[in-house]
């Protein structure tokens, strides 16, 4: 075959698959949850509830954060407030126990098993029929525990994730690129619930019933776990939209590509561990949502060099295809600029997106390398500038 003809055919399926990640899932997941939308029975129920925050080294937010969680619009005797501390060695565990009076409750583990391992033991000392698990650096809004809640009063429900809202009030390029891509996530999710069931979750916002919580090994990115562990017992993870929660983005893009490569290669972890689940026989639509939000995504990179080997090879005898290439090499000298203007310390602008883009790019060819270098995370480090953790 002409090496032409196999460079066309390269070019038109890198695209495709470019196109499908980005406008043909989203488009299928809306008609399908426009056409056949699972509602959610909702009614006002009070149950207790466990809330848990999970914390290391977070003496900058955590006294706010324990303050925000005591103000919340529920029942005081079934609200039940657990920190779970990672073997906390600032005064974390120090601050925590001076709201003992209050009824909030330290569980410490004593070596550092890492996110996972300290929601794992913090479930095991609920006292709540619902779990609700949180940061120390996630603001709530008073009724985030009552509109979250409402849900559970649909037995199909066996897990709720609120709203996460991004600030970057120093309006960095980072932070720019950040909000841009959850807000493209955001309007995912609310489709997604809505056809199936959600895939992940924000881990600073999402209920669970005790009774369908099971321990996650440690290395596992629980807020993507939950949704495929809630799937296998016959229940949904649904979006509630109106629970909202802030959280300030990164504002640095080393920092923000650890955190992105850490999850990227947890993700993969759990998929590997979990891989009966892309099969859509066993598990329907699910496993749709799975290749196409999480496997093809992290994918795009391949595509994408793939797209422009072969329209770099064309250009020579096309017009056309120069001008795809050439297209191309802007929009990476853009991301080029957008990144050396935030090294510079100052705002990208409109090249906050092409460079926010490419960052996630990168993040998920080290993460798969990670994932196959055998690396696996547990244990976490508060990285953002004000102690936020990723």
Not at 129 to 140: G, L, N, P, Q, R
Not at 357 to 371: E, H, P, R, T
Request: glycine residues 6%; neutral net charge.
């Amino acid at each position: 075959m002409d090496l032409s003809v196999v460079a066309v055919i390269l070019f038109a399926l890198s695209m495709a698959a470019i196109c499908y990640v980005y406008a043909g899932y989203p488009i299928l997941v809306y008609l399908l949850a426009a056409i056949r939308p699972k509602e959610t029975v909702r009614a006002p129920i009070e149950p207790a509830v466990t809330l848990v925050i999970t914390a290391f080294n977070e003496e900058k937010d955590i006294r706010r954060k324990i303050e925000n969680t005591l103000a919340l619009d529920y029942p005081a005797g079934k609200l039940e407030v657990i920190v779970a501390s990672d073997c906390s060695n600032d005064a974390t565990d120090t601050i925590v126990a001076e709201f003992a009076e209050k009824g909030v409750r330290l569980v410490r583990q004593n070596y550092r098993g890492g996110k996972t391992a300290a929601q794992n033991l913090a479930v095991e000392n609920a006292n709540g029929e619902i779990v609700h698990f949180s940061d120390a650096t996630s603001i709530y809004e008073p009724d985030v525990i009552r509109k979250l809640i409402a849900n559970f009063a649909d037995p199909s429900v066996g897990c709720v994730a609120g709203k996460l809202i991004y600030v970057d009030p120093k309006k960095t390029s980072v932070g720019s690129g950040a909000r841009s891509y959850w807000s493209y996530e955001t309007t995912l999710k609310s489709s997604e619930s809505l056809a199936c069931s959600l895939i992940g979750v924000s881990g600073c916002i999402y209920s669970v019933r005790k009774s369908n919580y099971r321990p996650m090994y440690p290395e596992a990115c629980s807020d993507f776990l939950i949704a495929t562990e809630i799937y296998r017992q016959g229940l949904r993870t649904v979006y509630e939209p109106s629970a909202v929660c802030i959280e300030e983005t990164n504002q640095r893009s080393d920092k923000e590509m650890r955190m992105r490569v850490r999850v990227i290669s947890q993700t993969f972890t759990d998929l590997w561990r979990n891989l009966d689940m892309l099969n859509p026989l066993k598990s329907g639509f699910f496993a749709i949502q799975l290749i196409s939000h999480k496997l093809l995504r992290y994918s795009v990179p391949i595509f994408l060099l793939t797209a422009l080997g072969s329209s770099g090879y064309l250009a020579f005898g096309s017009k056309i295809f120069l001008a795809i290439f050439l297209a191309q090499i802007v929009f990476y000298l853009s991301a080029a600029a957008g990144w050396l203007i935030e090294r510079a310390g100052f705002s990208a602008g409109p090249l906050a997106i092409p460079f926010y883009f490419v960052l996630a790019c990168i993040a998920s060819v080290g993460g798969f390398v990670q994932f196959l270098r055998g690396e696996r995370y547990a244990a976490w480090e508060p990285i953002r500038e004000t102690g936020q953790r990723a």
